[in-house]
């Protein structure tokens, strides 16, 4: 496997910035997730890796090696498409042999390699089928496998798991994961969905208007984001906004809210968004008071919407708690767990996992 650089690298298409000055390093055996919405710059920034787009700007390196001018079959990468690009007049044993013959290996480490691919993806009994005549997951196995036998430096995996309906993809995601931990790959994989980059991926790239907003680990996104905007884009339910102002007393006051903050980066008067997480809101006797408005049961968890005043609070609360809608429940948060952002920039100025000297100007 190997290391991957991505330096200062830009992509116009015509008027259009797809990608702002990017910077990104990928360790060897690392599983590298680009997180972000439709139209970010994921995807650009993997066909460029890939060497099927040019960048404007900025260098590639492969283990060291400057592979920019190189074209996209001098760099050996294995690249899987979220359409699975399979050939529907090939079997499946000849799909996955198909980067063997074309550079004209061997039969025997063809068949050998296929033999190894087909075992380790559990898709034995279909080498003789037809892509027709396989489901969503067999196909996306099919296509990894053709990817595993080339032996790559790095696997490129674009959405894969996005034609899948919702159990296949939670099966496939906890295969995949462990595939690639097996195989000791390094790999980077587009992805629109937090869940799959935040329990398969050792470090997440957020990327939001053609720019990466943060690069870290995904526990560190959670609980330290660099902004409101990796805070609002990462959570499920997302993260609530309340326009709030610091006070003397060391609270944050945000309109009928009154809430305790472990610590003030800011001045008393300064206004500042108060950020939420729902898991970390629960109903105590002691907070203020919120209207129940809605409750939402999903079996495991409820999620429950309030109202203080203007305020729009949401709550997740385990299925055995009874709360009534249009009951009035006291809620509260504690200290530790509260995110501060400035207003005008966006920037975090303090969250659970983040050192509050980090803060300091």
């Known amino acids: 496997m190997a290391s991957i650089t991505l330096s200062a690298i830009t992509k116009h298409f015509g008027s259009v910035e797809a990608l702002q000055t990017l910077n990104l390093e990928v360790q060897d055996r690392e599983f590298v997730a680009l997180l972000g919405p439709s139209g970010c710059g994921k995807t650009t920034t993997l066909n460029i890796l890939a060497g099927l787009e040019t960048p404007?700007?900025?260098?590639?390196?492969?283990?060291?090696?400057d592979v920019t001018d190189m074209p996209a079959t001098g760099r050996n990468l294995a690249m899987v498409f979220q359409s699975y690009a399979l050939y529907p007049h090939l079997t499946v044993r000849r799909n996955i042999a198909f980067p063997l013959e074309v550079r004209k290996a061997p039969k025997k480490e063809i068949v050998d390699a296929v033999a190894r691919a087909a075992a380790l993806l559990d898709i034995e009994p279909y080498l003789d089928r037809y892509p027709r005549a396989l489901s969503g997951g067999q196909r996306q196995r099919v296509a990894l496998g053709r990817a595993l036998v080339r032996d790559p430096a790095a696997f490129l995996l674009d959405e894969p798991l996005s034609n899948l309906d919702a159990v296949l993809r939670l099966q496939m995601r906890a295969?995949?994961?462990?595939?690639?931990?097996?195989?000791?790959?390094?790999?980077?994989?587009?992805?629109?969905?937090?869940?799959?980059?935040?329990?398969?991926a050792d470090r997440i790239a957020v990327f939001s208007a053609g720019r990466m907003l943060q690069f870290a680990p995904p526990l560190a996104i959670y609980r330290a984001p660099a902004d409101r905007q990796v805070a609002a884009f990462v959570g499920a339910p997302p993260m609530m906004f309340l326009d709030a102002v610091a006070s003397e007393d060391g609270t944050v006051r945000a309109?009928?809210?009154?809430?305790?903050?472990?610590?003030?980066?800011?001045?008393?008067?300064?206004?500042?968004?108060?950020?939420?997480r729902p898991e970390d809101v629960s109903p105590t006797g002691?907070?203020?008071?919120?209207?129940?408005?809605?409750?939402?049961?999903?079996?495991?968890?409820?999620?429950?919407?309030?109202?203080?005043?203007?305020?729009?609070?949401?709550?997740?609360?385990?299925?055995?708690?009874?709360?009534?809608?249009?009951?009035?429940?006291?809620?509260?948060?504690?200290?530790?767990?509260?995110?501060?952002?400035?207003?005008?920039?966006?920037?975090?100025?303090?969250?659970?996992?983040?050192?509050?000297?980090?803060?300091?100007?």
Do not use: C, W
């Open 56 to 65: 404007t700007t900025g260098r590639i390196l492969i283990d060291g090696k």
């Open 175 to 200: 295969e995949l994961s462990g595939l690639f931990r097996d195989l000791g790959a390094t790999a980077l994989y587009v992805t629109h969905d937090q869940a799959e980059a935040m329990t398969m």
């Open 255 to 276: 309109g009928p809210l009154t809430m305790s903050a472990r610590h003030l980066p800011v001045l008393p008067g300064t206004p500042v968004v108060l950020g939420l």
């Open 286 to 361: 002691n907070g203020p008071e919120a209207e129940v408005i809605l409750v939402e049961h999903y079996g495991g968890q409820q999620v429950v919407t309030l109202k203080a005043a203007a305020a729009r609070l949401t709550m997740t609360a385990p299925p055995n708690v009874r709360i009534a809608r249009g009951s009035q429940i006291a809620v509260s948060v504690a200290p530790e767990n509260l995110y501060l952002f400035d207003p005008d920039t966006g920037r975090t100025l303090a969250a659970p996992g983040l050192d509050p000297r980090m803060t300091k100007s």
